[in-house]
């Protein structure tokens, strides 16, 4: 497969030529998605060659019960699923009774896709010849409304070329679709019936044991040569579809469109009794504004996006397009407006990983949506775990934990760990100090504590609890130990003393510690509260104090490093450079037994510790542990470029920064690890934004000020992005020789440039 079909461009992902081989990856390249539900860049009529289907509904899952080879106490009993939802997109189309199919057509030419990402809205044309000799042009468009965020709207027109053609559409509603990743084969759907209502048709149904009830809808308009025309359809109907058939005799040249509406109400909305009900609201709405108005309205809804969220880079069309298909598709993903949801790895783009939640989101996700929306948005973000609190305590009693202790699940729907991997599971709980490191900088970045007496502190009793207990001491070393730990690095399990871990266990104890003094002294009712639910003693304060005093931090002498980890000097430690290339990556070549015993590092380790708490340490200790750790790192994990680009940036290696960015904003569009047909890699795409805000741009939040030290890579002229920060509005703008902030506020702010004070006026011009 050629891995480099998509065109460079600013604002578009184009593809031209149609390559069977390539439909899967474009099928997630091409994914749509508002926020509420998405899909992957399936063809509306008929396709017989290999496809993966996907359509999804944010927040609608199935509790996949666990298969493993044996059951050990603590397991999760199910791993949790996005469902493969009923089909909606379905238009079959026919030309004198042919079924148009790109895979069985004669000849297919002029093929075009593109998704555009400035206005939200997909689109392909083409030339077939179908298996009757009959030649038709094709021009489709579709789009998820991100204003009616229930509703999807399809163009789709059809002209033949070189005779007279009866054409028929028969959009359709399927719920008989199934998931690829289905551990046991399960059923995941009940349809619960199929019903229509003149030219609107619906098909109720319900997941299985989790019981969310669904009802996905459609109505159509028909066009000839722009006018619309009233055509009787023919409705067929089975247990699980609904088809309505419309035909029309169109001559040589002229054209014959359907407009379709569609989508999903869903009972995390509406009353269960009420989704059919609601779906006619939604099809009225649709029908009456008509397909380019709602195309008009998308444009604005995406302008008003794009006019906070973009980055504008001159110069390398490559990298422009790469860091706007970031954007887009975080966007796409998550818009913050409902806290109940949050951010899967893979987003709306496919199944792995279930659409799960993991540590990604505190790591990577919430400085972007703090700084590209309203802080909001990332306070949604932390409320979705303070609703979790119980059920993390609940994770850390299946385990052995007690009073209060809590412990995150590596992978989430509902709270619940449902993760079924011991070394991941048990092991990778590092996870536990993402989450509390939101809190903080969370509070670092807006300046709104509220959030710590209200919920955070909760949480922060519960993660310390967590490691006070996790931790134990060790006589020989004379300090406080944590055994039998996954780090970042999952190339490395069931190892020792992960200094990432140690470290992140100790600051979560100091900051919860800083926390609770901070809320006894200005929120009496806060501190009352949540110390009388939560029984806090100076007794047991005093014990966490004492082990995170004490904490054990591998060391080298000769290398003047933090260890990664207890035995990493035992490896042979050949660099990445001096491994056969045919042996990457070595997650695809090489036996478990083998990577685990190798000193190669999946994603930043003990350098995603220097990323978190730069400031704990200086600029040569983080140049002593980058020489050391980057030269073993694999970067098979899509969440490590970015690491490493912000710090090369950190220390004036542009080249090396720019090389990191390249990856991580191209890392699917160029399908760097051979697996962008299974969706992509959504949350590193706020990485990609980091790369840029936080390694070239060089922003931090340095002693409650805004902080910036600017650098560009020589293969751009120039670069510009918007940050909020604290309801104020900061526009960055980069060239080669000099960089200008742009206030939009209310009054005047100082920040740091290089260390030195600066202060921008309301809609003026600095220039450093």
Same mark, same amino acid.
């Given at each position: 497969?050629?891995?480099?079909?998509?065109? /460079?461009?600013?604002?578009?992902?184009?593809?031209?030529?149609?390559?069977?081989?390539?439909?899967?990856?474009?099928?997630?390249?091409?994914?749509?998605?508002?926020?509420?539900?998405?899909?992957?860049?399936?063809?509306?009529?008929?396709?017989?060659?290999?496809?993966?289907?996907?359509?999804?509904?944010?927040?609608?899952?199935? /509790?996949?019960?666990?298969?493993?080879?044996?059951?050990?106490?603590?397991?999760?009993?199910?791993?949790?699923?996005?469902?493969?939802?009923?089909?909606?997109?379905?238009?079959?189309?026919?030309?004198?009774?042919?079924?148009?199919?790109?895979?069985?057509?004669?000849?297919?030419? &002029?093929?075009?896709?593109?998704?555009?990402?400035?206005?939200?809205?997909?689109?392909?044309?083409?030339?077939?010849?179908?298996?009757?000799?009959?030649?038709?042009?094709?021009?489709?468009?579709?789009?998820?409304?991100?204003?009616?965020?229930?509703?999807?709207?399809?163009?789709?027109?059809?002209?033949?070329?070189?005779?007279?053609?009866?054409?028929?559409?028969?959009?359709?509603?399927?719920?008989?679709?199934?998931?690829?990743?289905?551990?046991?084969?399960?059923?995941?759907?009940?349809?619960?019936?199929?019903?229509?209502?003149?030219?609107?048709?619906?098909?109720?149904?319900?997941?299985?044991?989790?019981?969310?009830?669904?009802?996905?809808?459609?109505?159509?308009?028909?066009?000839?040569?722009?006018?619309?025309?009233?055509?009787?359809?023919?409705?067929?109907?089975?247990?699980?579809?609904?088809?309505?058939?419309?035909?029309?005799?169109?001559?040589?040249?002229?054209?014959?469109?359907?407009?379709?509406?569609?989508?999903?109400?869903?009972?995390? &909305?509406?009353?269960?009794?009420?989704?059919?009900?609601?779906?006619?609201?939604?099809?009225?709405?649709?029908?009456?504004?008509?397909?380019?108005?709602?195309?008009?309205?998308?444009?604005?809804?995406?302008?008003?996006?794009?006019?906070?969220?973009?980055?504008?880079?001159?110069?390398?069309?490559?990298?422009?397009?790469?860091?706007?298909?970031?954007?887009?598709? *975080?966007?796409?993903?998550?818009?913050?407006?409902?806290?109940?949801?949050?951010?899967?790895?893979?987003?709306?783009?496919?199944?792995?990983?279930?659409?799960?939640?993991?540590?990604?989101?505190?790591?990577?996700?919430?400085?972007?949506?703090?700084?590209?929306?309203?802080?909001?948005?990332?306070?949604?973000?932390?409320?979705?775990?303070?609703?979790?609190?119980?059920?993390?305590?609940?994770?850390?009693?299946?385990?052995?934990?007690?009073?209060?202790?809590?412990?995150?699940?590596?992978?989430?729907?509902?709270?619940?760990?449902?993760?079924?991997?011991?070394?991941?599971?048990?092991?990778?709980?590092?996870?536990?100090?993402?989450?509390?490191?939101?809190?903080?900088?969370?509070?670092?970045?807006?300046?709104?504590?509220?959030?710590?007496?209200?919920?955070?502190?909760?949480?922060?009793?519960?993660?310390?609890?967590?490691?006070?207990?996790?931790?134990?001491?060790?006589?020989?070393?004379?300090?406080?130990?944590?055994?039998?730990?996954?780090?970042?690095?999952?190339?490395?399990?069931?190892?020792?003393?992960?200094?990432?871990?140690?470290?992140?266990?100790?600051?979560?104890?100091?900051?919860?510690?800083?926390?609770?003094?901070?809320?006894?002294?200005?929120?009496?009712?806060?501190?009352?509260?949540?110390?009388?639910?939560?029984?806090?003693?100076?007794?047991?304060?005093? *014990?966490?104090?004492?082990?995170?005093?004490?904490?054990?931090?591998?060391?080298?002498?000769?290398?003047?490093?933090?260890?990664?980890?207890?035995?990493?000097?035992?490896?042979?430690?050949?660099?990445?450079?001096? *491994?056969?290339?045919?042996?990457?990556?070595?997650?695809?070549?090489?036996?478990?037994?083998?990577? *685990?015993?190798?000193?190669?590092?999946?994603?930043?380790?003990?350098?995603?510790?220097?990323?978190?708490?730069?400031?704990?340490?200086?600029?040569?200790?983080?140049?002593?542990?980058?020489?050391?750790?980057?030269?073993?790192?694999?970067?098979?994990?899509?969440?490590? /470029?970015?690491?490493?680009?912000?710090?090369?940036?950190?220390?004036?290696?542009?080249?090396?920064?720019?090389?990191?960015?390249?990856?991580?904003?191209?890392?699917?569009?160029?399908?760097?690890?051979?697996?962008?047909?299974?969706?992509?890699?959504?949350?590193?795409?706020?990485?990609?934004?980091?790369?840029?805000?936080?390694?070239?741009?060089?922003?931090?939040?340095?002693?409650?000020?805004?902080?910036?030290?600017?650098?560009?890579?020589?293969?751009?002229?120039?670069?510009?992005?918007?940050?909020?920060?604290?309801?104020?509005?900061?526009?960055?703008?980069?060239?080669?020789?000099?960089?200008?902030?742009?206030?939009?506020?209310?009054?005047?702010?100082?920040?740091?440039?290089?260390?030195?004070?600066?202060?921008?006026?309301?809609?003026?011009?600095?220039?450093?």
């Amino acid at each position: 497969m050629n891995l480099d079909y998509i065109i /460079p461009n600013n604002w578009s992902i184009l593809e031209e030529g149609f390559d069977p081989q390539q439909v899967k990856a474009s099928e997630s390249l091409f994914s749509i998605g508002n926020g509420a539900m998405g899909q992957r860049a399936n063809f509306e009529e008929k396709y017989s060659g290999p496809t993966f289907q996907g359509s999804y509904i944010a927040g609608v899952y199935y /509790p996949d019960k666990t298969r493993v080879g044996w059951w050990k106490n603590g397991y999760p009993e199910y791993f949790a699923k996005v469902l493969n939802a009923p089909n909606w997109i379905g238009i079959n189309v026919s030309i004198n009774g042919e079924a148009l199919d790109l895979y069985t057509c004669k000849n297919v030419k &002029n093929f075009r896709r593109e998704l555009n990402m400035k206005e939200g809205w997909l689109s392909r044309s083409f030339v077939a010849t179908l298996q009757n000799d009959i030649e038709v042009e094709i021009n489709v468009k579709r789009f998820l409304s991100l204003d009616k965020d229930e509703l999807g709207a399809i163009d789709y027109s059809v002209k033949p070329l070189n005779a007279d053609a009866t054409i028929t559409y028969q959009p359709y509603l399927d719920g008989g679709i199934t998931n690829e990743d289905t551990n046991w084969d399960d059923k995941f759907w009940d349809l619960l019936k199929v019903s229509q209502d003149g030219e609107k048709a619906f098909i109720e149904s319900k997941t299985m044991k989790t019981e969310f009830y669904t009802c996905t809808f459609m109505e159509s308009q028909l066009f000839h040569n722009g006018t619309q025309v009233q055509i009787p359809s023919e409705k067929e109907a089975t247990e699980t579809t609904i088809v309505f058939s419309y035909s029309q005799k169109v001559v040589k040249g002229e054209t014959f469109s359907i407009h379709k509406f569609a989508g999903y109400t869903v009972d995390r &909305n509406h009353d269960k009794n009420e989704l059919v009900v609601a779906a006619k609201s939604v099809l009225e709405q649709a029908t009456t504004a008509g397909f380019s108005k709602l195309l008009d309205d998308q444009k604005q809804a995406w302008a008003n996006i794009w006019d906070m969220a973009d980055i504008t880079i001159e110069g390398d069309v490559k990298a422009q397009q790469g860091i706007r298909f970031n954007i887009f598709h *975080l966007n796409q993903t998550y818009l913050g407006t409902d806290a109940t949801l949050n951010i899967g790895p893979k987003g709306f783009t496919g199944e792995k990983y279930g659409g799960s939640t993991y540590w990604d989101t505190e790591a990577y996700c919430i400085p972007f949506y703090m700084a590209t929306k309203d802080q909001e948005v990332a306070r949604n973000l932390l409320t979705y775990r303070y609703n979790h609190l119980d059920k993390a305590i609940e994770n850390a009693e299946k385990l052995g934990f007690t009073n209060g202790a809590a412990l995150y699940p590596m992978v989430t729907m509902n709270g619940e760990e449902s993760h079924n991997e011991w070394e991941i599971t048990f092991e990778e709980i590092h996870r536990n100090g993402a989450i509390a490191y939101a809190i903080f900088n969370y509070y670092r970045y807006t300046g709104d504590f509220s959030y710590i007496p209200e919920m955070g502190l909760e949480v922060l009793i519960g993660i310390a609890r967590f490691w006070h207990q996790r931790a134990n001491f060790s006589t020989d070393k004379n300090k406080y130990v944590i055994l039998g730990v996954t780090g970042p690095n999952e190339y490395e399990n069931n190892i020792n003393n992960n200094w990432y871990t140690n470290y992140i266990a100790k600051w979560c104890i100091d900051y919860a510690l800083e926390m609770i003094e901070k809320v006894k002294e200005g929120y009496n009712d806060d501190y009352a509260r949540v110390s009388g639910k939560t029984k806090i003693t100076h007794e047991e304060l005093a *014990l966490w104090k004492n082990v995170a005093d004490e904490m054990y931090f591998p060391y080298s002498e000769e290398h003047q490093i933090y260890l990664q980890q207890d035995g990493f000097l035992d490896k042979e430690l050949i660099t990445v450079e001096d *491994l056969d290339k045919t042996q990457r990556p070595i997650n695809q070549k090489w036996s478990w037994d083998r990577i *685990l015993r190798s000193p190669y590092i999946k994603q930043a380790d003990t350098l995603q510790g220097f990323y978190f708490f730069e400031d704990h340490f200086s600029t040569e200790e983080l140049e002593r542990h980058f020489d050391f750790y980057e030269p073993f790192t694999v970067h098979e994990s899509s969440l490590s /470029p970015c690491v490493h680009s912000i710090q090369a940036a950190k220390l004036d290696r542009m080249e090396q920064a720019y090389t990191f960015y390249l990856r991580t904003s191209r890392l699917d569009l160029d399908d760097y690890n051979h697996e962008v047909h299974e969706g992509l890699h959504i949350t590193s795409m706020a990485g990609t934004w980091m790369s840029i805000v936080e390694g070239f741009g060089g922003m931090r939040v340095t002693n409650d000020t805004l902080s910036f030290e600017p650098k560009i890579p020589e293969q751009w002229e120039g670069y510009s992005f918007k940050v909020n920060f604290r309801h104020q509005i900061i526009k960055v703008s980069v060239n080669q020789n000099e960089t200008q902030f742009k206030l939009e506020g209310d009054k005047d702010l100082q920040i740091l440039v290089n260390g030195k004070p600066v202060t921008i006026s309301t809609n003026n011009v600095v220039t450093v």
